[in-house]
């Protein structure tokens, strides 16, 4: 069965830009859908605190430390095989409201296939662009996890980014 999200159409005002990101985990497809889903697991490699209400139309929370207290709506859920989320609040980076984030994930026998995305960029900003360098380096951060256990502490996740 192949998975999509519907493409989400950019706001008006400037080139559109989408973030796309592919890798392969190895680790089980429930394992690697959970640091997408839980509030743990998303805590282990993106933000300091989060919490998720794991369907459809639940409430995400993102807490990075103060003043970046963030929060979205679950738009899509598939377990184990997609989630997104769409950016709701979002101060002080007014360029996230709106945008979606999600992954679409494939099992590769015990390997998982990762189709990261964060769609709805307005423009192809200089922070959008800086936002696709961070996201990968945090999508590795993720890839490590599920494969040793390992958690970077949430402080010196930028210096391996």
Do not use: K
């Not at 192809?124 to 993720?142: D, E, G, I, K, N």
């Amino acid at each position: 069965m192949t998975r999509e999200i519907a493409p989400y159409p950019s706001p008006a005002g400037g080139r559109p830009m989408d973030i796309e990101h592919e890798l392969v985990v190895d680790a089980p497809v429930e394992r690697v859908f959970a640091e997408f889903a839980t509030a743990e697991g998303l805590a282990s490699w993106w933000t300091l605190t989060s919490s998720i209400e794991p369907r459809l139309g639940g409430r995400t929370t993102f807490d990075f430390g103060a003043p970046y207290h963030w929060a979205g709506v679950i738009r899509a859920f598939d377990p184990p095989f997609a989630i997104e989320w769409e950016m709701t609040e979002t101060d002080p980076m007014p360029d996230w409201r709106g945008t979606r984030v999600g992954a679409l994930l494939t099992r590769e026998g015990e390997r998982t296939r990762v189709h990261f995305h964060h769609r709805g960029w307005a423009s192809a900003t200089q922070h959008a662009r800086v936002s696709s360098f961070c996201w990968a380096m945090y999508l590795r951060l993720l890839a490590r996890h599920c494969v040793t256990g390992e958690v970077v502490a949430y402080e010196r996740r930028n210096e391996l980014v």
